[in-house]
Each structure stands twice: as structure tokens, then as C-alpha cells.
T-cell receptor, first 117, second 120 residues
Framework: AQTVTQSQPEMSVQEAETVTLSCTYD???????LFWYKQPPSRQMILVIR??????QNATENRFSVNFQKAAKSFSLKISDSQLGDTAMYFC??????????????FGKGTHLIIQP | GAVVSQHPSWVICKSGTSVKIECRSL??????MFWYRQFPKQSLMLMAT?????????EQGVEKDKFLINHASLTLSTLTVTSAHPEDSSFYIC????????????????FGNGTRLTVT
């Protein structure tokens, strides 16, 4: 079984600042995927970024980037030039590679990110 | 983009009754769908994996006789909460993966909008 730990229940930063959300995980799997999901008050789950464990290069999506440290089992999310619309719950998630297709996700407890104007 | 429709978005039922939640993939086929439960201010917990044409796989601690899952077609999975009680009140979310994509990486998980269940 795998576990995902997000140690920051809540974070607050000023608009335009850079913020980093931390995530660590534990698994015995060698091949897996990691994700960051955003859940705004509407509760719709929105994929922010994903990373394949076999790729050493950190994933980047516009203002969002990750720092993936496989040996340390760490997967932090950096949000640059934060915007008011970034205010939401952020969940780190783990998915093992199942060969034929997707598998269920294991989520961390989430970080409530508040962007202050 | 791929859309997963979940219905109803909210439902109120009386204790002891059953309620059915539908999860549909609108523009892709999904041999596998997943059901999650989210309590207020908490994370999503995987309840079960729904497989088209076969029995669902339940996570440890989830009562399969209480949470009935049926995946009768490639685009529809249903979750029935039987004999609901107030402690079953929660937010239920489904997700689906595009079976037409060849690898897990190329088949990102698409989430429904969720169903808020309140049992009175």
C-alpha cells in the first residue's frame, strides 16, 4: 500500500508571489505516476500537473512546476506569479502503474491555499 | 475534452432508503471507473474500482453489500447506497479513464462533478 503526506493544512500568500506546496509519499512500487489536483469551492477536481516516476525531468505547466525527488519520495508543487483564482484545495495524488490502464488514486489530505489580494 | 457526467449533483433521502448515483463518460469509453468518497474538509478516499462487465473491486473497509456498483456498459457505472443512514452523508465522486488510450499516462483520469448525499 502507498501513503501520501501533505504536511501543510493551509497556506496563505500574497497575489503575484511564488508558493511551494509540499508532498511526500511512500511506496514499494518502482513505476508510478504522481499528480497535483486542484479542488475549488465547486469541488470539481482539476488536474494541475502530472509526473511519471521514470522521467527525471520535472514536469512544468505554465505557472506550475514540480520538484520531483524520487529517491527522497518528494513531489512538491511550485506556483509562480500566484493569482486569486489559484485559491483552492490542492491534493497530491499517487497512482501505481497497472500495465493495462489507469488505477485508483491515493490522495494526500490536501493543502488549502489562499491567495490574498 | 473528455467529459464525465455525474447525476444527480445532490440528493436528500430518508434513512433506510436507497439512492442511486450515475457516472457517465460522454465522449469516450471507459472499461474502468473509480468511486471516491469525500467527507467535509477531508481528502478523497477510493471506495471501489468499477470494471465493465465484471464485479467491482472494493477497498478494505468498504461494505460491498451497502455500496452496490454496477458497470453494465462502457459508458455507465452506477453506485447504489442501500439502506442509507446519516453517517453515509458525504460527497461521492467518480472518475473514468479513456480505454482507447494505450497507456496510463495517455489516459488521464477524468472526474465527474460529484454528488452530495444527505441522509436525514
Amino acid at each position: 500500500a502507498q501513503t501520501v503526506t501533505q504536511s501543510q493544512p493551509e497556506m496563505s500568500v500574497q497575489e503575484a508571489e511564488t508558493v511551494t506546496l509540499s508532498c511526500t509519499y511512500d511506496t514499494s512500487e518502482s513505476n508510478y505516476y504522481l499528480f497535483w489536483y486542484k479542488q475549488p469551492p465547486s469541488r470539481q477536481m482539476i488536474l494541475v500537473i502530472r509526473q511519471e516516476a521514470y522521467k527525471q525531468q520535472n514536469a512544468t505547466e505554465n505557472r506550475f512546476s514540480v520538484n520531483f525527488q524520487k529517491a527522497a519520495k518528494s513531489f512538491s508543487l511550485k506556483i509562480s506569479d500566484s493569482q486569486l483564482g489559484d485559491t483552492a484545495m490542492y491534493f497530491c495524488a499517487f497512482m501505481r502503474y497497472s500495465g493495462g490502464g489507469a488505477d485508483g488514486l491515493t490522495f494526500g489530505k490536501g493543502t488549502h491555499l489562499i491567495i490574498q489580494p | 475534452g473528455a467529459v464525465v457526467s455525474q447525476h444527480p449533483s445532490w440528493v436528500i433521502c430518508k434513512s433506510g432508503t436507497s439512492v442511486k448515483i450515475e457516472c457517465r463518460s460522454l465522449d469516450f469509453q471507459a472499461t474502468t471507473m473509480f468511486w471516491y468518497r469525500q467527507f467535509p474538509k477531508q481528502s478523497l478516499m477510493l471506495m471501489a474500482t468499477s470494471n465493465e462487465g465484471s464485479k467491482a473491486t472494493y477497498e478494505q473497509g468498504v461494505e460491498k453489500d451497502k455500496f452496490l456498483i454496477n458497470h453494465a456498459s462502457l459508458t455507465l457505472s452506477t453506485l447504489t447506497v442501500t439502506s442509507a443512514h446519516p453517517e453515509d452523508s458525504s460527497f461521492y465522486i467518480c472518475s473514468a479513464s479513456d480505454s482507447g488510450r494505450q497507456s496510463s499516462y495517455n489516459s488521464p483520469l477524468h472526474f465527474g462533478n460529484g454528488t452530495r448525499l444527505t441522509v436525514t
